[in-house]
């Protein structure tokens, strides 16, 4: 398959895409996004995720598409409503887009779309890979919804990849840049036993595996994760030490839950998950274990270089 020259990116907002567009643009390939409200570039393209509008004509002579957008899952609390939200922009802003594919002639050649380690549901400390059965919680129940939606893009020749993204490490955004005024105080620690995986992927490696995929063969899951899943305990000491200081304190659930919100859940629940796709097509990760890449996001001194 050739290289993409133009990437149609959807969330390109969000904390992954944004980083996911500079990093492409980097690479000399042309970016447009597809956004909700009033275009601002004129390469942006207009779409309504939930109202089933998207500009179709505008996804002819796209290469490849990257499917980034869903309601945030970290932030607010998880209310009906709120849960809602959260599927139906990912169920019907998935099928929003496959349905315009059907609809032209020049189809992009893949579609890359997010999904989240969220698929396996709480699963202690068994090793995880994309063909481990699916969990049954809210988040697990979402993830399979959502890329059954991608998958439907197959059979009109579109090469579907999903990607099943893990905690993405950022000082800019997501669980780590929530967690670091509770370790920069010291207060950081543990959450209750600390026993439970988190599987979790730097941004920019995250960033790197999306466009490995956009230029990638084959319609599979692909898991996007560091080889190294720490539990949670072990991360927390890392944590700490990058930023020198104590991380000792255990967390109990309850309070974690007041500062951080609904994303404890995500923090809490246990997944060990093993990049076996992306190894297995040979991907090279520039922060394969934690306290490496702790280190390259935050500076040896926690400050960033
Ligand atoms: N960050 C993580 O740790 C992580 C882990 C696993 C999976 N993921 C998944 O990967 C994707 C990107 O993650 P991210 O961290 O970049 O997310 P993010 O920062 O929350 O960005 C998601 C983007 O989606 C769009 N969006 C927001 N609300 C929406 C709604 N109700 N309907 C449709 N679009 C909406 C927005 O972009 P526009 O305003 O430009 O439309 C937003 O910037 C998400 O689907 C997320 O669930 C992320």
Redesign the pocket.
């Known amino acids: 398959m050739g290289r993409a020259a133009t990437v149609a990116i959807?969330?390109?907002?969000?904390?992954?895409?944004s980083a996911l567009e500079r990093h492409l643009v980097s690479q000399g390939r042309t970016v447009r996004?597809v956004?909700?409200g009033a275009p601002q570039r004129e390469t942006d393209i207009a779409w309504d995720?939930?109202g089933g509008t998207v500009d179709a004509s505008a996804l002819e002579g796209v290469d490849a598409i990257v499917h980034?957008?869903?309601?945030?899952?970290a932030e607010g609390r998880w209310t009906a409503e709120k849960k809602r939200?959260i599927r139906e922009?990912?169920v019907l802003?998935t099928r929003t887009l496959v349905e315009a594919l059907g609809s032209i002639e020049r189809r992009p050649r893949s579609l890359v779309s997010?999904s989240?380690?969220g698929y396996y549901g709480d699963r202690g400390d068994e090793w995880l890979d994309e063909r481990s059965a699916p969990g049954a919680d809210f988040l697990a129940e979402v993830c399979q919804a959502w890329e059954s939606e991608a998958q439907a893009a197959e059979p009109l020749g579109v090469r579907v990849a999903r990607a099943r993204?893990?905690?993405?490490l950022s000082p800019e955004?997501?669980?780590l840049a929530k967690l670091l005024p509770l370790f920069r105080l010291g207060a950081g620690g543990p959450v209750a036993d600390g026993r439970h995986f988190m599987s979790w992927i730097t941004l920019r490696d995250v960033v790197r595996a999306l466009e490995w995929l956009v230029d990638s063969e084959g319609s599979i899951a692909h898991n996007l994760v560091a080889p190294a899943p720490e539990r949670n305990a072990d991360f927390s000491r890392a944590l700490g030490r990058v930023l020198r200081r104590p991380a000792l304190l255990p967390a109990p659930r309850f309070a974690l839950r007041a500062v951080l919100g609904e994303v404890t859940g995500v923090l809490v629940s246990s997944q060990r998950v093993h990049p076996s796709a992306l190894a297995a097509g040979g991907f090279e990760f520039l922060d394969p274990t934690l306290p490496a890449a702790l280190g390259a996001l935050l500076g040896s001194t926690g400050v960033r270089p």
């Open positions: 959807t969330g390109a907002s969000g904390l992954v895409g996004r956004v909700r995720p939930t980034l957008a869903g309601e945030s899952v939200r922009s990912r802003g997010a989240a380690i993204i893990g905690i993405v955004g997501g669980a």
